[in-house]
């Protein structure tokens, strides 16, 4: 599937036109799927136009088409990682000015989406290989961890690269980095792990060799991880809290906004729950640094939630080991002093099954 590879600019000018109901002045005359722009057409509404080419090839085809000429990402020359580009909206920043957690989450995810669909995976939001969907078999996510060590403003434009490897035999992992495409400095790193679940079941399932072939095509030939480091905090074991927790926020709901194309909540909703117990004077005087989720059970739309606070001892302060080569970036090294950890739960409330547990590291804020 190939992807636009023209500047921004030429991008917004025809998303501008299209939202004016007319095509740019400089779009050259072509045919595509069977339809002839020129000069002629200039005049006729582009719904009208649009509205014949459905009739003729269907909508999902045209629809499909248009976010391909529009989006801002293709595959890298070798085929084996997806880089795309996205500017970051008013409704995406919070109360720091700067985009939040769950924006870079959704945007993490997104890239991922298009990325297998840019190998010709399944469009459905699932990512599934050939075999995946004739045997139902999904991904589902094991454990997400996101480093952030410079968050992006309003109108920035962020580049975000993703790849994906195995990971055993019951799972693959997908890795992202995260740059200012304006001066090209790493601004984050993220992992994840995911495992395969058969849909109907609900049980998780090994991967077969008939999928490991499917995808690992499309991998790269030698591991690369967006941490290389050893021991780094994407591989450390979250302690389960224990009641009493210091902090809680009780009977969490999960919205109808909140489910996902599985019918079931979407991944960043944790992100939100897991913040929601978090004490305020923490939210007033330091900004998230690094999160870590380990998923460990579905949370479905009529399940209510309970979310767990409580601050991580540690014996020694904490610190992040200088990173090196095109992943590292400075950012990390500084501002290492004050940098506070806590434990998290997410529980099904009344009884107490365990839905996720995660870490976060949070840093001082520094002034705007």
Not at 129 to 147: F, G, N, P, Q, S
Request: aromatic fraction near 6%; proline fraction near 3%.
């Amino acid at each position: 599937m190939s992807m636009l590879k023209a500047p921004c600019n030429a991008a917004a000018d025809h998303l501008q036109a299209l939202v004016q109901c007319r095509p740019p002045a400089t779009f050259p005359r072509r045919r595509i799927f069977g339809v002839s722009f020129s000069a002629a057409h200039r005049r006729a509404p582009v719904v009208s136009v649009l509205d014949r080419v459905a009739a003729a090839d269907g909508a999902a085809a045209v629809a499909g088409s248009l976010a391909d000429r529009l989006r801002l990402g293709s595959l890298t020359e070798d085929g084996l990682s997806y880089k795309e580009r996205f500017i970051v909206r008013c409704y995406e920043v919070g109360i720091n000015k700067t985009a939040t957690v769950e924006t870079i989450a959704n945007l993490l995810q997104e890239v991922g989406c298009n990325h297998a669909q840019s190998v010709g995976f399944s469009t459905d939001g699932f990512a599934t290989t050939t075999t995946m969907r004739k045997l139902h078999l999904i991904w589902v996510t094991a454990r997400m961890h996101i480093e952030i060590y410079k968050y992006p403003a309003w109108s920035d434009v962020i580049e975000i690269e993703t790849w994906c490897q195995g990971e055993g035999r019951i799972g693959t992992r997908r890795d992202w980095i995260l740059k200012d495409y304006a001066t090209g400095q790493v601004i984050g790193r993220a992992t994840s792990k995911w495992v395969m679940m058969n849909q109907d079941t609900r049980r998780l399932q090994k991967v077969s060799d008939d999928v490991r072939d499917e995808y690992l095509v499309f991998c790269p030939r030698e591991l690369r991880l967006a941490f290389p480091e050893e021991n780094n905090g994407s591989l450390r074991k979250i302690s389960k809290l224990e009641d009493p927790a210091q902090h809680s926020r009780l009977g969490l709901v999960p919205r109808r906004a909140d489910l996902d194309m599985n019918q079931h909540v979407n991944n960043v909703t944790y992100i939100g729950w897991v913040l929601e117990s978090m004490p305020q004077e923490v939210i007033d005087t330091h900004e998230l640094q690094t999160i870590t989720l380990d998923y460990r059970r579905e949370c479905q739309h009529d399940d209510i939630v309970d979310s767990l606070t409580g601050q991580e001892v540690t014996e020694d302060a904490k610190t992040i080991p200088e990173l090196q080569g095109t992943n590292g970036s400075t950012m990390a090294t500084k501002g290492q002093q004050d940098c506070r950890q806590f434990l998290h739960l997410l529980r099904l409330s009344g009884e107490g099954l365990e839905i996720n547990r995660g870490r976060t590291e949070w840093r001082k804020k520094t002034a705007r």
